[in-house]
């Protein structure tokens, strides 16, 4: 389908897409089928009227959520993958359609080679007189920034850097007296006391001239109870109810101990009074050993309906393990319940439900394509562009990609994994999961290879695929797991290729066990290895913040 976003990156990029046979130096892909359904999926069954948490599977994390009328906008966290920044609508907050990517350009932008848990955190949306706003952080790039738009689908407009204010995780906040506030996360006043020793900062900003103004304010320094030397105060919003300014903020960093709390005061910059009874949202402390249990739970954002109820879009994980989890942190939904004026989300001590009773929103006229529950997705590469929710690591700079006639044709570039290379993939979404499609791909050079990647980051990761070795094509299987190892990963099987011609690949992510098979003629499967470990592929070994990425690579000399 024709996405306007992608069409403006072919345009810039101004390579055809006429599609051919695959050609020396090129990798076709065809028949690409993920499909998912995790314990949960089958054990809580949706009565009438309820929905399904998380409302959005996979690697989206940082939800930030705006309101315009009966519509509602989200945008997530991508780091260096591109493009970045998803953008969803939905009119009931339990489907959600991506409209679009509000980084789409490669000159917006410039991730160079940065790691691919470090350029875009956490974003967050806003809607205010007709123009959309999102403020975001490229971390090891330059700074926080703010993009604007018309249409939430975009085009969004390049990067409005705003110099005085450092940190993350920026927001913006427009007050009822016309002015524009900006939050974020920031260094301490004075010295840091402790790692993790953070404050969460205010200033004045003018949307004309699109700088900030004023003095920087501190609004939270440390955490909600300095004595107990609280960590990471960070993902600040202000909402506005009753008289009162509400500032929510995620504390306790991103793994087990993740939480959000609430403060109040009666003006914009303070001074805030924590809850008493914070946090308002956190699953630590809960026994370790629940069944299917929901962790990590923070980094809250609040809206308002029509009529008046209150719900928050916050991340959360789910584990297969002791803290291990492939599928990266995922977006939730939960109601918030006013209690004596401060909003809670969840009562201290309750886990987060699988399964809540809906909003009382209407439905969207035709449903978009699942992002809960047990799904298919097949993608036919009908073309010109791919989904939306495809991506490349990092920004390319040329277009070595086309979409059309049934296949997507990759160029066999040089470029490693660990640069900006020949890689388009979508996210692992369960935990239980497979992905297999037909790769057709003729190498030249020993080290020539195109196949199916199950890739966390560009050190951790498996690649399944034709490789030319002495002379002579091969299916291999090939694994990173961390910087020691080689750039294209260690051998870990491989088996000869007797014809020439197109392959079946097939990865089956089983929690922490991937097994790989292929088929050199169609349906004759074979496995080429089973129960091979898929930790490695783990936030809590691989680090970072992203989550597994189902892709297709090519590299040539």
């Known amino acids: 389908m024709i996405r306007p976003t992608l069409t403006a990156l072919a345009l810039a990029l101004s390579v055809s897409t006429a599609q051919a046979a695959p050609k020396p130096g090129q990798a076709e892909f065809r028949n690409f089928t993920y499909e998912g359904a995790d314990p949960v999926d089958a054990q809580v069954v949706l009565a009438p009227g309820q929905y399904r948490n998380p409302i959005l599977k996979g690697f989206y994390p940082d939800p930030s959520i705006t309101r315009v009328g009966g519509d509602y906008y989200l945008v997530n966290s991508t780091f260096a993958w591109f493009p970045g920044l998803p953008v969803w609508h939905s009119t009931d907050l339990v489907h959600w359609a991506q409209i679009g990517n509000a980084i789409d350009r490669p000159g917006m932008l410039d991730f160079k080679r940065l790691g691919l848990s470090r350029a875009v955190f956490a974003p967050a949306i806003e809607e205010h007189e007709g123009t959309f706003y999102i403020l975001n952080t490229c971390v090891d790039c330059q700074g926080n920034f703010l993009i604007t738009a018309k249409d939430p689908k975009g085009p969004w407009s390049d990067p409005v850097w705003l110099p005085t204010v450092g940190g993350i995780d ?17 260094a301490p006043p004075g010295p840091a006391e402790y790692q993790g020793h953070r404050a969460i900062w205010i200033q004045q900003y003018d949307p004309k001239a699109k700088v900030t103004i004023g003095p920087r304010t501190v609004l939270l320094d440390k955490g909600v109870d300095p004595s107990t030397k609280p960590i990471w105060p960070e993902g600040p919003h202000i909402t506005k109810k009753d008289g009162w300014y509400y500032l929510t903020a995620a504390e306790g960093g991103t793994a087990e101990g993740h939480s959000q709390v609430a403060l109040r005061s009666r003006s914009v910059t303070g001074p805030y009074t924590p809850y008493a009874n914070n946090p308002i949202l956190t699953q630590r402390g809960l026994p370790r050993d629940r069944p299917l249990p929901i962790t990590s739970a923070g980094h809250a954002d609040l809206v308002d309906t029509p009529d008046g ?15 291990l989890y492939n599928t990266g942190r995922e977006t939730f939904l939960l109601p918030v319940e006013w209690k004596d004026g401060w909003p809670v989300i969840l009562e201290n001590g309750k886990t987060i439900p699988y399964a809540a009773t809906a909003p009382n929103l209407p439905a969207p006229k035709v449903l978009p394509p699942p992002t809960t529950g047990a799904f298919q997705a097949v993608e036919t590469f009908a073309g010109p562009e791919l989904p939306l929710n495809w991506m490349t690591l990092r920004i390319p700079t040329e277009r070595w990609w086309s979409v059309g006639q049934g296949a997507l044709t990759l160029k066999a570039r040089p470029d490693k994994l660990i640069d900006q290379p020949s890689f388009w993939g979508r996210r692992q979404q369960h935990i239980n999961a497979s992905v297999q499609l037909t790769v057709d791909f003729a190498p030249t050079a020993d080290g020539d290879r195109a196949g199916l990647t199950a890739l966390q980051s560009d050190e951790f990761f498996y690649f399944l695929g034709v490789v030319r070795s002495g002379g002579k094509p091969v299916l291999r299987l090939e694994r990173r797991a961390g910087a020691g190892d080689p750039v294209d990963g260690m051998v870990i099987a491989e088996v000869p290729l007797t014809g020439t011609g197109p392959v079946d690949l097939k990865i089956t992510a089983r929690a922490g066990e991937y097994d790989f098979a292929y088929a050199a003629k169609p349906g004759d499967w074979k496995v080429l290895k089973a129960g091979a470990d898929g930790t490695i592929l783990s936030t809590r070994k691989a680090g970072g913040f992203v989550g ?4 297709v690579y090519a590299n040539g000399k």
């Not at 109820?309 to 991340?315: E, R």
């Not at 597994?548 to 892709?551: D, M, S, T, W």
């Open 170 to 186: 920026a927001s913006i906040f427009f007050d009822e007296d016309g002015r524009a506030w900006i939050l974020n996360n920031d």
């Open 548 to 551: 597994a990425v189902f892709g």
């Open 309 to 323: 109820q209150w719900w928050a879009t916050f991340l959360a994980v789910r584990p297969y393990g002791d803290d």
